[in-house]
């Protein structure tokens, strides 16, 4: 039997069975009958029925299909873009769930959603898209989960064959950020640099593309495509690594490259794709380090406009970080951490804002762009706003890219404001090149607000932002060389450790140098505190309803407060660390509330010693919750692991400094410190086996277990550096086991 294309059963409903064959064109239906009990000439009344049928069916959609015309009419039952609705506010209006009942929310079904490659547990970032019961949401290395969203069956997975080395290149984890769902397709980028078009029925390909312009750079891909119009955009990740960014839009339907737009420009030796990149070239100086990029990455969450058909991007870091290396006579440094607005049509640019003229401190402007109406001095404007890392809170007209507002949101000593008449920031002596000297500058590297999404509430008006006041001191090495698949932001750490505690000292009573968190509310019309939660970390992204605010800590805990005052309703333990902003959806008339559970990336850096992943195992879980829900399930406990006896090898104690510094260069970002209170989601290094140890070179150097993650690292490290790093961590293990012995 052949059904209708839009009839095909489980898609939408009950469809006739008399008739064989459905051919079907954009403006006639014609039904071909086989079944020689049913003869059209003689049997009118069946014919007639069959018309009528066949005009009802005709407009009907496949179930879990979205449009541009279910978007702009979203049902409030359903969550279509990873931002919920079209202008990816992470709001939803359903209020089943409220203020007077939160009390009852309790857990209603989980999914195991652990990794597929290496058995390393990973960070799960994603915020699901729920459709027609369906709930379609990614997770690490760009694997995809289609779900019974009332249940959490799974219908299907899709699990990409990912090159391990990969992980090696992602700085932050090999986490993904979400998909898109459109007209019966699903669309997601895999860490390895391919776009993937699915099927929302069964998850099978219908098509794949190579994202990369250069297999050679490390690149990496964690962003959600973005439909707009007639095309699916992806970005990418890599800017610390020293890449170009830049984005690409391909077909939606076959998968065809459309247009490409590159971030900042190339050695103008070589030319220019584009009049942009000519223009972009100006703010760059000639004899820039071309060969590291220049970064600019593209990896947040953008946003499109169907009626202005515009597509907003925001833009990443530098590369390297210090401009006195990357472009040494200074400039501008465009489109580095400005918002784009991009004409999806034929890739031409519209207009653009630059957040952070010649940026030196990592502060993105990948923070996810929000899209509102809202009436300002008297004037209904279309807004476009950002939280990006800087701490300024922007305000755009969205159509024209106008500065109508830009304040403070966090502690910001870098700039004193922001000019209203040139939108650029009045550098302080804090923001001044730390070239010569370390410089103490708040925000930290990781911003006022990293990646985890914020929600716009337009019933109570106010912008929920999980915001951060961390102070960093910063210093750079004098020399820089650009290095392939390693860190390339040219800091040095080390010394800017040492560094922090002398600045501290000197300036103890100054506010630059405490540390707060709190989940923010941000009114975005008078640019003012509306109220702050300072408990349990900004971790989470951001979900709001009518009455309620939704986010997840790295403590374990899923929060709920109420919109208008902060009070915190509801608490639920969870036992994994939450990065992730939750969904809300409906199915059969009963609300839910799901996020992805699992830590990972950045956030797990030392200093985070809160974190509930020192307590508990850190599986990758998707969490349901609903009214009249039961007690949650935890993970299991962490079992604290001996530290071997170290094998009788003779440590060589002069290779111990330089094997330190390259453990910290290369290593560290992905294993960590070591001991008891080890953080990381990879192997305590100084713990390993006798096994390991005497494969250690093969491990590293020729990739022996590049199957379960762990990367060839032969184009960076030299014999010599292998046995440098293996006595280090001789070291480290033999210092550990005799401690443990005296316990």
Not at 20 to 40: E, G, Q, R, V
Not at 183 to 205: A, I, N, P, S
Not at 407 to 421: F, G, M, P, Q
Not at 539 to 550: A, N
Request: include cysteine.
């Amino acid at each position: 039997m052949i059904y209708p294309p839009a009839c095909k059963q489980g898609r939408a409903g009950n469809c006739s069975t008399t008739f064989h064959f459905w051919i079907s064109s954009l403006k006639y239906n014609i039904i071909i009958f086989t079944d020689l009990n049913i003869t059209p000439l003689k049997n009118y009344k069946y014919f007639a029925l069959l018309f009528v049928f066949a005009i009802g069916c005709r407009n009907e959609k496949p179930n879990a299909w979205i449009d541009q015309d279910r978007l702009r009419n979203r049902e409030a039952a359903d969550w279509l873009t990873t931002g919920g609705n079209q202008d990816m506010q992470h709001y939803s209006p359903l209020n089943q769930i409220n203020r007077e009942n939160v009390a009852e929310l309790g857990y209603a079904w989980e999914y195991d959603a652990s990794t597929y490659i290496g058995n390393v547990p990973r960070g799960l970032e994603a915020t699901p898209i729920v459709v027609d019961g369906i709930m379609f949401t990614s997770g690490a290395w760009g694997a995809v989960y289609a779900l019974d969203a009332k249940t959490g069956k799974e219908l299907w997975t899709f699990k990409p064959k990912v090159d391990p080395s990969y992980g090696r290149r992602a700085c932050c984890d090999v986490v993904n950020r979400g998909l898109a769902v459109w007209e019966g397709r699903v669309y997601v980028g895999t860490l390895d640099g391919y776009l993937v078009c699915l099927d929302t029925q069964d998850g099978k390909v219908i098509w794949t593309t190579d994202t990369f312009s250069d297999r050679t750079k490390a690149y990496t891909i964690t962003s959600p495509p973005q439909v707009a119009g007639s095309i699916v955009m992806i970005g990418n990740s890599g800017s610390e690594y020293g890449v170009r960014g830049y984005v690409t839009a391909y077909d939606l339907k076959t998968g065809e490259e459309k247009w490409r737009f590159f971030i900042v420009p190339g050695d103008p030796a070589n030319g220019y794709e584009s009049p942009e990149m000519e223009m972009a070239a100006k703010t760059w100086d000639t004899k820039s380090h071309w060969q590291s990029g220049g970064g600019g990455t593209v990896w947040g969450e953008s946003a499109y406009d169907p009626e202005l058909n515009l597509l907003y991007v925001g833009t990443g870091n530098a590369a390297p970080y210090p401009i006195w290396f990357r472009s040494p006579s200074g400039g501008d440094n465009l489109f580095l951490a400005s918002i784009l607005a991009i004409n999806p049509d034929n890739g031409k640019l519209v207009w653009y804002y630059q957040t952070t003229p010649a940026e030196i401190w990592d502060y993105t402007a990948t923070q996810n762009i929000v899209l509102a109406d809202m009436e300002i001095k008297g004037k209904l404007r279309k807004v476009l706003m950002q939280a990006p890392k800087n701490g300024f809170f922007y305000v755009l007209d969205r159509a024209t890219g106008e500065l109508i507002s830009a304040e403070k949101y966090t502690r910001v000593n870098w700039a004193s404001h922001v000019d209203l008449k040139t939108g650029r920031p009045v550098l302080t002596e804090q923001g001044q090149w730390y070239k010569d000297k370390p410089k103490l500058v708040v925000p930290f590297l990781g911003g006022g607000h990293v990646w985890q999404p914020m929600s716009y509430n337009p019933t109570t008006g106010l912008v929920y932002i999980p915001e951060r006041s961390v102070p960093q001191v910063f210093k750079t090495f004098e020399t820089y060389q650009w290095l392939p698949d390693v860190d390339n932001t040219n800091l040095d750490y080390a010394e800017m450790y040492k560094f922090r505690k002398h600045v501290l000292d000197q300036v103890k009573k100054s506010e630059d140098t405490i540390r707060t968190e709190s989940l923010l509310a941000w009114n975005p019309i008078t640019q003012q505190e509306a109220w702050k939660f300072p408990e349990g970390g900004p971790d989470g992204g951001v979900m709001s309803t009518p009455e309620l605010v939704f986010q997840g800590t790295r403590t374990g805990y899923f929060n709920v407060h109420d919109a208008k005052t902060g009070e915190k309703l509801k608490s639920i333990f969870t036992g994994n660390g939450i990065m992730a902003a939750p969904t809300t959806y409906s199915v059969g008339g009963e609300q839910y509330v799901a996020v992805m559970a699992a830590y990972g990336g950045a956030e797990t850096s030392g200093y985070l010693s809160d974190a509930v992943i020192f307590e508990y195992e850190n599986r990758g879980r998707i969490i349901a919750f609903k009214l009249g829900g039961g007690e949650t399930p935890l993970p299991p406990k962490r079992k604290p692991i001996a530290t071997p006896a170290p094998p009788a090898v003779k440590i060589k104690d002069e290779l111990i400094a330089r094997g330190a510094y390259l453990y910290n260069f290369y290593c560290d970002i992905c294993h960590g410190k070591f001991g008891d209170r080890h953080l990381s989601q990879h192997p305590d290094l100084s713990k390993m086996a006798e096994a390991k140890h005497l494969l250690f070179k093969d491990i590293v150097l020729k990739g022996i277990l590049s199957e379960n993650g762990m990367a060839n690292f032969s184009n960076s490290l030299t014999e010599e550096d292998a046995e440098a790093i293996h006595n280090f961590l001789l070291k480290q293990q033999t210092l550990l086991y005799k401690a443990q012995q005296l316990k």
